[in-house]
């Protein structure tokens, strides 16, 4: 097992009927802003429960960031962050209107002169203008920790950015929210959840015998809970070990003293800026094409996820390995998630050249855990997805 320092700064409120909480959560005397997505809390009631849990607050609503937060949007938000003097922030959404909300957090100290600096010099932020989140919806991770992706439409561009400044103050997680997500959407939690440890854990060994455990018992979680919950989101049980599961995906804790990848995250947020796909679907149609480039340097881990997630033990190594890319797939079709690019966009012969150009330009040359993916071998693992 590797060093590592781990700190995370985030307090979870996790439980059924638990926004209230955020009353006493928020300083009294904050001056606060609470940002939300399209609508959808407008709908299921969790507008009107945090509306009556700021009653005793001075706040100021600002609704509408889009899924994939854009930009520009963020940047109207920013102008009433200064504006209203806001010291405190409420993100009530999934992780576009959290990830938005980091952006602004992040913008609102920044001192350089183009807050798109902080996405394109990937500066991390020590201590950013502090916020909380109401979770609606289990996928991303974004409610415990500090890292944030933004879109820019203009450019069709979607970014990272993230520091040790951008935990969120408190989190709360009510599995009741799940009662309102579409299938689809549930869908694409399970599997962006999935992919997060898979990013983390389809590495090579290290003799991290509790992280892959842990790893793996995530993972298992999502592969019994992800039926029940599509289809009955009212199961409380499937749903707070879902939402939970997200959470532990990708708050910091299993990456501890291991090799981590993310090349497929890094591939799949070209395929959302150029197409628009949902995040999720991105990466069950670049992760299973990487894994089986990568066969080599990951099969070790590959037939361990393979015997331990999905009871594999006949074949040769690179046979378990292979069989256990398959049973991925396979899970992925099991949510009605399409595993080819050309499933989702006619207009798909140059993506591999383009994303290959672009990661060039960007010096994007040493990806993966042993920082040997690189924009040719991104091209292959493209082509390998149409
Ligand atoms: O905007 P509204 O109307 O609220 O509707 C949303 C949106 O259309 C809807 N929704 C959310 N909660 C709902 C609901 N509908 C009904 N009932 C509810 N309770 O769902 C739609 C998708 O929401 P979004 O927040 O975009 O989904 P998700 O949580 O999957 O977030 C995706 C974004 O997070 C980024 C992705 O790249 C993408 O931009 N990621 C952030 C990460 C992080 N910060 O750590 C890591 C991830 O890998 C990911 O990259
Ligand atoms: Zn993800």
């Given at each position: 097992m590797r060093n590592f320092n781990f700190k995370n700064p985030t307090k979870i409120i996790f439980?059924?009927?638990?926004?209230?909480k955020i009353a006493t959560e928020i300083p009294k005397d904050a001056r606060v802003l609470m940002l939300y997505g399209g609508g959808s809390i407008k709908r299921n009631g969790l507008y009107e429960q945090v509306i009556e849990a700021l009653k005793e607050h001075t706040y100021f609503e600002f609704g509408g960031i889009p899924a994939n937060p854009e930009y520009d949007i963020l940047m109207d938000a920013l102008a009433i962050v200064k504006k209203e003097k806001i010291d405190f922030m409420l993100a009530v959404g999934g992780g576009s209107v959290i990830d938005g909300v980091k952006f602004i957090s992040a913008a609102a100290v920044?001192?350089?002169?183009?807050?798109?600096n902080i996405l394109r010099k990937y500066v991390r932020t020590q201590q950013g203008l502090p916020f909380g989140t109401v979770l609606?919806?289990?996928?991303?991770g974004s409610e415990m920790n500090s890292g944030a992706v933004i879109t820019r439409a203009e450019t069709k561009e979607k970014l990272a950015m993230g520091g040790?400044?951008?935990?969120?103050v408190f989190s709360v997680l009510d599995p009741?929210?799940?009662?309102?997500?579409?299938k689809r959407q549930l869908a694409n939690g399970v599997v962006d959840a999935f992919t997060h440890v898979m990013e983390q854990?389809?590495?090579?060994?290290?003799?991290?015998y509790l992280q892959d455990r842990i790893a793996e018992g995530v993972m298992q979680t999502l592969v019994e809970i992800a039926p029940r919950i599509i289809a009955d989101p009212k199961d409380y049980t499937a749903a707070a070990n879902f939402m939970w599961s997200c959470t532990m995906a990708l708050n910091g804790l299993i990456q501890k003293g291991v090799p981590t990848d993310w090349a497929t995250h890094m591939i799949g947020h070209e395929l959302t800026a150029l197409y628009g796909i949902d995040h999720a679907r991105t990466l069950a149609i670049i992760a299973p094409s990487l894994l089986r480039y990568k066969l080599e340097n990951k099969k070790e881990k590959l037939a361990q996820y393979g015997e331990r997630i999905w009871g594999i033990t006949d074949g040769s190594l690179e046979e378990r390995a292979q069989a256990a890319i398959d049973k991925t797939v396979d899970f992925f079709h099991s949510l009605?998630?399409?595993?080819?690019l050309s499933e989702y966009t006619?207009?798909?012969?140059?993506t591999a050249t383009f994303i290959e150009d672009r990661f060039t330009k960007r010096s994007w040359v040493t990806l993966g855990e042993r920082k040997d993916i690189t924009p040719s071998d991104v091209k292959e693992i493209v082509e390998m997805s149409y």
């Open positions: 439980g059924k009927d638990q926004i209230a920044y001192e350089g002169d183009d807050p798109w609606t919806l289990p996928a991303t040790p400044g951008l935990f969120p009741q929210v799940i009662h309102s997500i579409p854990y389809m590495t090579y060994p290290v003799g991290a009605d998630i399409k595993t080819r006619e207009d798909y012969q140059q």
